[in-house]
């Protein structure tokens, strides 16, 4: 009987891209050389802006679905948009990846004297007082004199999150409801107003008041309004595909079912 020769050794096959964090970064450059990818090579930073919100929100999917495989390559994808935005500014000579990098870091370490520095603070409420007071701070120096502390929560937000972030904001520096109770309280005189209101353009501004100050309320309450109001929905989804299979099994349409008759299932299954 022969004895069994192992196979020679085969050498892995090189890859075109060095270790860790520098590996995406290295792709994306040989994507956007004059002989790589022609789709990567005609991307602008304007081209890329759905892709990078589209990344960004499959990201928060990925923590909401708690799914650590998944969330590892949507930070991944979200990672590349970071990385071409970097690739097209080093191509013009603007600035590259590094200096991104760097110049995130230097402000981190600014904004951070608590950590970095011989400041204390008490809590993290605090803290980002302190980083607030910071950014006026930093504006003032850049010239920036006129700027208001709310011109840096974006406007192409979500409405919800645009409500939200403003409202942060202006609590930084000290305008915010004293408690949850003086925001329940406005709240009611809201929806009194609401409730009293005409049609059209003064329905309109008092339903907007009404919304911001849930916003408001939640935000004391420590909830993200954008994830309860997303997470009744799915509430909402449900049971009403539960109300239509109660409707077809009875060997019927909606069509044929009065509004009535809809919501005594619909509190049934409740």
Same mark, same amino acid.
């Given at each position: 009987? %022969?004895?069994?020769?192992?196979l020679p050794e085969t050498e892995p096959e090189p890859r075109p891209y060095g270790p860790g964090l520098e590996a995406i970064f290295d792709v994306v450059h040989r994507l956007r050389a004059p002989d790589g990818c022609p789709w990567d090579r005609e991307q602008t930073h304007d081209s890329l802006k759905p892709y990078l919100l589209e990344e960004t929100y499959e990201v928060l999917e990925a923590i909401e679905s708690r799914d650590d495989a998944r969330l590892r390559d949507e930070l991944g994808d979200l990672l590349l948009q970071v990385a071409m935005h970097a690739e097209i500014a080093s191509q013009e000579n603007r600035f590259d990846a590094a200096a991104v990098s760097e110049a995130a870091a230097a402000k981190m370490v600014a904004r951070h004297p608590h950590v970095f520095g011989d400041v204390e603070v008490a809590n993290a409420e605090e803290v980002l007082r302190n980083w607030e007071h910071r950014k006026i701070a930093d504006a003032r120096a850049?010239?920036?004199?006129? $700027? &208001?502390?709310?011109?840096r929560v974006p406007r192409t937000l979500p409405a919800l999150a645009w409500a939200l972030n403003l409202q942060k904001? +202006? +609590?930084?520096?000290?305008? !915010?409801?004293? !408690? =949850?109770? &003086? &925001? *329940? *309280?406005?709240? +009611?005189?809201? =929806? &009194? $107003? #609401?409730? *009293?209101?005409?049609p059209g353009e003064e329905a309109f501004v008092e339903l907007g008041d009404l919304l911001f100050g849930l916003v408001a309320l939640a935000r %004391?309450? %420590?909830?993200?309004?954008? !994830? +309860? #109001?997303r997470v009744a929905g799915q509430r909402f989804a449900k049971r009403f595909a539960m109300v239509e299979a109660r409707v077809r099994a009875e060997g019927r349409e909606l069509s044929e079912v009065s509004s009535q008759d809809m919501v005594a299932m619909w509190q049934e299954l409740k």
């Open positions: 009987m %022969k004895e069994s020769q192992a850049a010239g920036r004199e006129s $700027e &208001s502390v709310l011109d904001r +202006a +609590a930084r520096v000290g305008f !915010d409801y004293a !408690d =949850a109770g &003086s &925001s *329940a *309280a406005a709240i +009611a005189e809201e =929806a &009194s $107003e #609401l409730a *009293a209101a005409g %004391k309450l %420590k909830v993200n309004p954008e !994830d +309860a #109001l």
